[in-house]
């Protein structure tokens, strides 16, 4: 289950282009939907030197795709690049305008800066680094305000009068906790919305990436950091992955409806789960190999036994998350992807849902970019999609563009 299921639920009604059609009818009168690249759009940017970033190492580890996109009411984007300190700048027709570096008030660049999460009253701001602090600023760079957080923060939206949602996590009295909160920016009051316990066990598996073992199974907590959140017609929307729930606030944090996704009915057998745990136990034993005799191997070997007596526990299906990303599309509609087996597979299986219930069922493809569908890197604005995405097939060269799509 790696790839994407495209799922797409129609909140809301909206114009899809300039004759009116709405979303819902074109979905159900064009069973593929073509995702084609805009050729007018960012024309004659030299992408080696705008996307140098692209070769960034950290060890042997490449890191120069990392890269995240914000398209802001205007149309303009801007570009966040990972462990580069910058922000590359583009106007509505994605024409490189120029680098943006934040500075502090004495005119010095601030270093390890995060990505752009979002915009609000004009300014551009950032996710939390180490430390929590975010930054607001200007397309010079300049910090107009900050604010420091006391937990990590997954995503960030923006919602009106002058409120972000975060989702976040942090370790609260010897257990994990995942929450939603709304922040007011001037205040920096957190008035947190959900939450959720858990008790800790954690095992830390290659390329930075943790598998979660619960009572209730492996894979959960990784799902539950992938809440998917919008902001619709002054509500919140918020989507819980593991149980198939979204439910809307208002922006003091009331809750207002609860829904349940009709096709959160998936499960992970006890087979499956028994083979991804032996994946990352047959990981570390290449690892033991490496580093034999040391109190690094005596740690691993600690975690191995750990694994392995998970893994001989396991006897029952647990359930499957309803989808990996949420993103919310220009007519409001919410779009969830789900996991598919095929990592390879660049078409996406599409069903349309509204307030109504199911509505029809399409497929989404692209043949010249291989999809990378998360909200920081495809953006959904004006009928328009805006992605940081690799050319398909790409034969040398630095593959990554800035593009916009069309639906067809």
Sequence with gaps: MKKVILIIITILAGLFSANAQTLK???????????????????????????????????????????????????????????????????????????????????????????????????????????????????????????????????????????????????????DKYFISIIDINTGKDNIIWELLEDKNKYSINEGKTVIITPTGMLTTMARKEVGMAYIDNLLYVSLPLTGEILTYDIYGNVKSKAKMTWADKYISAEEQKEFLQKIIDSYKENLKDHPNSEFAKHLQSLIDKLESSRDEIKDSIPAPAFSTMIKDSDNNLLFFEYLEDEEQNRFNVWVYNDKGYTCKNSLQCESYKLAITPSKLVFHNGYIYGIQEINGAKGGMPTRLVRFKIK
Aim: charged share 30%; net charge positive.
């Design 25 to 175: 009818d074109f979905y159900k009168q064009n069973p593929v939907l073509q995702l084609t690249a805009d050729e007018t759009y960012a024309k004659g940017n030299d992408w080696d030197k705008v996307f140098d970033s692209y070769y960034d190492k950290v060890g042997d580890r490449p890191i120069g795709n990392r890269k995240t996109l914000t398209v802001t009411e205007d149309g303009s984007a801007l570009v966040s690049h990972y462990n580069r300190n910058r922000y590359s700048l583009f106007d509505k027709d994605g024409k490189f305008i120029k680098d943006i570096v934040i500075k502090d008030k004495m005119g010095k660049a601030i270093s390890n800066v995060k990505p752009v999460k979002g915009c609000i009253n004009g300014y551009f701001y950032t996710q939390p680094d180490n430390m929590g602090k975010m930054y607001f600023f200007d397309i010079e760079g300049n910090i107009i305000d900050e604010l420091t957080l006391s937990y990590s923060a997954n995503r960030i939206i923006t919602l009106s009068d002058n409120k972000i949602a975060v989702s976040g996590s942090t370790s609260w009295k010897g257990k």
